[in-house]
Each structure stands twice: as structure tokens, then as C-alpha cells.
């Protein structure tokens, strides 16, 4: 069965009903396909202790700002998952789920997005599928001979899973320095927290409101021409959040050099000198999930589809939204989804009504 609408919006967390309240007020016809069953997207399924680097006065959606958490200035998690599924219910979105794209092609003057629910012929896509779901591990040698176990902050969950356990968190941004703090600050675990380069924290005043605004100012410098003066990368790495600031104050989260290989009970430097190891956490990072988009052959230099905007440069019915700055800044954040997603959905409606973006 074949579903006919003007825009499909691939993708139900924040960035994809950032997407629907913009689209919504331009009056377009759309659909947003979740492949979750249930609202919140990635928010749901992050470990318990996470909080937001930022009041809710910057984590909002447009049109509607996020209700205080009592007793949280940065609220958690679970909070952020209730935001968001009220938000869905709150301007009447067309969200169907668990529906999950396979595939994006071209079909003549449309797009057709094949689904494990049916297709969808549209006249523009905006893919916003976020990065959550496609967990960055670095190539380490002896990682096929570790007989302990490995996994990435998407599977990480809580302290107790590994007390009395020896454990190394690899990874010197804010998951890594969030899930060490975790873990060090919980009796009965030996850890090792291992890192490319020294932790760089940001100072213990700064919050997600200055990242957001260092990360305009760097679009902003970048579209003009000139070079980025500082930017996020000036300010530091590590949001200095309660937790983590404590355990740093306490002496409790001690960096060592990134290991040169994995043995098979634990890591090994290059001086020779070893750590035993129950478990390896990766807090690497992620890449963008594209692989829906891979019949429409757009992909270039470092798996990112070039872009104007959020535009798609090779196709112009392509908007992506949300995958990190290359699609706005900070736009892989709460506050930041709005701006891009105001854009796409402009420029999609003159698609429609133009032929011409």
C-alpha cells in the first residue's frame, strides 16, 4: 500500500517534531514516521544519572517552553522524555509508530520512502534520525582477544551493573567524563579512566547556554567567510556538571594516557606497563544515521551529504536535521533543533508551492 503526502519527516525525537511544529504552521500536509514505539526518541534509552548541561529556559522545543523539574536546575533524563511526548500531544503531530525507513529514492518528480509499514510517496523528505543509533568504536588492537566485556555508552545504565568489577572508560568528552564519574563515585569499582588527550573542563560557570551561543557565533563566522576566532572548541570539552565537578574537586577522576592495545585480560600502554580490565566502556561518540538515504547516492567526504543549510545540495527535496553543526548549530541539542527546522520547513513550503526551494 502506498501512503501519498506532500512531506515525510523521518524521524520522531527532537529534532523531527521540531520539524512537524514548524511544518504545521506553514501548513504543509506531512507525516512523521518513528521507528520507536514509544515517544522521546534516544532520551529514553541514555543511563540513569544523566542530566541536561542547561536550565529548561535553553532546552526547549519552539513554541513551548519545558516545565521546571522540582528540585532539578538541569533536569534529567526521564524529564526530557515526558517534554517531549507532551510536546507531541500538545500541537497534534502526525507521529506513526514503530514505523522504520529502510530506504530513500528517487521515483521520478517524488521521493519514495519505503517503510516495514508500506510506502510513502512524497514530494520532500526531512530526514532527522539523529546519531544515537549508530555508536562510534575505534579500531584498537586486541579488541577480538579482550575476554572481558565491551560496550558503548548506548548500553551503559548504571553503577551497580559493575561493582566489583575493574573497569576503563575510554573517552575524554561528556559521556566518558560522565559515565567515569558514575562509576568512580560508586564503592567497589577499580577505575581506569583512559583519554586521547588531558580532560579539557570548561569552567565550572559555563553551562549548555554558552556552548549554544559559541556554537552560532562559529556558524555565523563560517557562513561569512571569516575564521572561527574560538568557538566551542576554545572553551573546553567538559561541561563541569554537579557530579562531575564534585568528583574532579575530590581527586576522583584521574586521567591516564589513551592505552596503545587491548590484551586479553585488560589494556596495555606503550611504555609496557598494564591495567587488569573486567570491562572496556567506549564513550566515543557516533556518526550520523544515514544508510536510509543511500539509494539517493549522496554521500561524500567523512559520510556526511553535503549540504546548504539543512538542504541537501545534490537533492533538493532533502532536508537533514539534527545530526550535529554541519546541519546548524547545535543543532544535535534541545534548543538548538528549532532554528534549522524553522529554515527547512520555509524553504520546503516554497519547494511546494514554487517547484523551486
Same mark, same amino acid.
Given at each position: 500500500?502506498?501512503?501519498?503526502?506532500?512531506?515525510?519527516?523521518?524521524?520522531?525525537?527532537?529534532?523531527?517534531?521540531?520539524?512537524?511544529?514548524?511544518?504545521?504552521?506553514?501548513?504543509?500536509?506531512?507525516?512523521?514516521?518513528?521507528?520507536?514505539?514509544?515517544?522521546?526518541?534516544?532520551?529514553?534509552?541514555?543511563?540513569?544519572?544523566?542530566?541536561?548541561?542547561?536550565?529548561?529556559?535553553?532546552?526547549?522545543?519552539?513554541?513551548?517552553?519545558?516545565?521546571?523539574?522540582?528540585?532539578?536546575?538541569?533536569?534529567?533524563?526521564?524529564?526530557?522524555?515526558?517534554?517531549?511526548?507532551?510536546?507531541?500531544?500538545?500541537?497534534?503531530?502526525?507521529?506513526?509508530?514503530?514505523?522504520?525507513?529502510?530506504?530513500?529514492?528517487?521515483?521520478?518528480?517524488?521521493?519514495?520512502?519505503?517503510?516495514?509499514?508500506?510506502?510513502?510517496?512524497?514530494?520532500?523528505?526531512?530526514?532527522?534520525?539523529?546519531?544515537?543509533?549508530?555508536?562510534?568504536?575505534?579500531?584498537?588492537?586486541?579488541?577480538?582477544?579482550?575476554?572481558?566485556?565491551?560496550?558503548?555508552?548506548?548500553?551503559?545504565?548504571?553503577?551497580?551493573?559493575?561493582?566489583?568489577?575493574?573497569?576503563?572508560?575510554?573517552?575524554?568528552?561528556?559521556?566518558?567524563?560522565?559515565?567515569?564519574?558514575?562509576?568512580?563515585?560508586?564503592?567497589?569499582?577499580?577505575?581506569?579512566?583512559?583519554?586521547?588527550?588531558?580532560?579539557?573542563?570548561?569552567?565550572?560557570?559555563?553551562?549548555?547556554?554558552?556552548?549554544?551561543?559559541?556554537?552560532?557565533?562559529?556558524? /555565523?563566522?563560517?557562513?561569512?567567510?571569516?575564521?572561527?576566532? =574560538?568557538?566551542? @572548541? #576554545?572553551? !573546553?570539552? *567538559?561541561?563541569? $556538571?554537579?557530579?562531575?565537578?564534585?568528583?574532579?574537586?575530590?581527586?576522583?577522576?584521574?586521567?591516564?594516557?589513551?592505552?596503545?592495545?587491548?590484551?586479553?585480560?585488560?589494556?596495555?600502554?606503550?611504555?609496557?606497563?598494564?591495567?587488569?580490565?573486567?570491562?572496556?566502556?567506549?564513550?566515543?561518540?557516533? /556518526?550520523?544515521?544515514?544508510?536510509?538515504?543511500?539509494?539517493? =547516492?549522496?554521500? @561524500? #567526504?567523512? !559520510?556526511? *551529504?553535503?549540504? $546548504?543549510?539543512?538542504?541537501?545540495?545534490?537533492?533538493?527535496?532533502?532536508?537533514?536535521?539534527?545530526?550535529?553543526?554541519?546541519?546548524?548549530?547545535?543543532?544535535?541539542?534541545?534548543?538548538?533543533?528549532?532554528?534549522?527546522?524553522?529554515?527547512?520547513?520555509?524553504?520546503?513550503?516554497?519547494?511546494?508551492?514554487?517547484?523551486?526551494?
Amino acid at each position: 500500500m502506498t501512503h501519498t503526502v506532500d512531506v515525510v519527516v523521518i524521524g520522531g525525537g527532537q529534532a523531527g517534531l521540531a520539524a512537524g511544529y514548524h511544518l504545521r504552521r506553514q501548513g504543509v500536509d506531512f507525516v512523521i514516521l518513528d521507528a520507536q514505539s514509544t515517544p522521546g526518541g534516544a532520551w529514553q534509552h541514555t543511563w540513569d544519572s544523566l542530566h541536561l548541561f542547561s536550565p529548561v529556559a535553553f532546552s526547549s522545543l519552539p513554541g513551548w517552553l519545558m516545565p521546571t523539574q522540582s528540585g532539578e536546575e538541569y533536569p534529567d533524563a526521564g524529564h526530557v522524555v515526558e517534554y517531549l511526548s507532551q510536546y507531541e500531544q500538545r500541537y497534534q503531530l502526525p507521529v506513526q509508530r514503530p514505523v522504520r525507513v529502510r530506504a530513500v529514492s528517487s521515483d521520478g518528480g517524488r521521493l519514495r520512502v519505503e517503510t516495514d509499514a508500506g510506502t510513502w510517496s512524497a514530494r520532500a523528505v526531512v530526514s532527522a534520525t539523529g546519531t544515537w543509533w549508530r555508536p562510534f568504536l575505534p579500531a584498537v588492537p586486541g579488541q577480538e582477544v579482550f575476554s572481558g566485556r565491551q560496550l558503548h555508552t548506548v548500553n551503559y545504565r548504571r553503577p551497580t551493573d559493575f561493582t566489583g568489577h575493574r573497569v576503563v572508560v575510554v573517552g575524554g568528552g561528556n559521556s566518558g567524563a560522565q559515565v567515569a564519574t558514575d562509576l568512580a563515585t560508586h564503592p567497589g569499582i577499580d577505575l581506569t579512566w583512559a583519554t586521547q588527550r588531558p580532560p579539557r573542563f570548561l569552567a565550572d560557570d559555563i553551562d549548555g547556554r554558552a556552548l549554544f551561543d559559541a556554537a552560532t557565533a562559529r556558524r /555565523r563566522a563560517l557562513d561569512a567567510g571569516t575564521s572561527d576566532t =574560538g568557538g566551542v @572548541a #576554545s572553551l !573546553g570539552d *567538559i561541561v563541569a $556538571v554537579a557530579p562531575v565537578r564534585e568528583a574532579r574537586d575530590a581527586g576522583l577522576l584521574k586521567a591516564s594516557p589513551m592505552f596503545s592495545r587491548l590484551t586479553a585480560d585488560g589494556v596495555e600502554w606503550t611504555d609496557g606497563s598494564r591495567a587488569d580490565a573486567d570491562a572496556v566502556i567506549w564513550c566515543t561518540g557516533f /556518526r550520523p544515521v544515514l544508510s536510509h538515504l543511500a539509494p539517493l =547516492g549522496l554521500r @561524500a #567526504s567523512r !559520510g556526511h *551529504i553535503p549540504t $546548504v543549510g539543512t538542504r541537501a545540495v545534490d537533492e533538493p527535496r532533502l532536508h537533514l536535521l539534527g545530526y550535529g553543526d554541519w546541519t546548524g548549530p547545535a543543532s544535535a541539542t534541545l534548543i538548538g533543533a528549532g532554528r534549522p527546522a524553522r529554515d527547512a520547513s520555509r524553504e520546503i513550503s516554497m519547494l511546494l508551492a514554487n517547484g523551486t526551494p
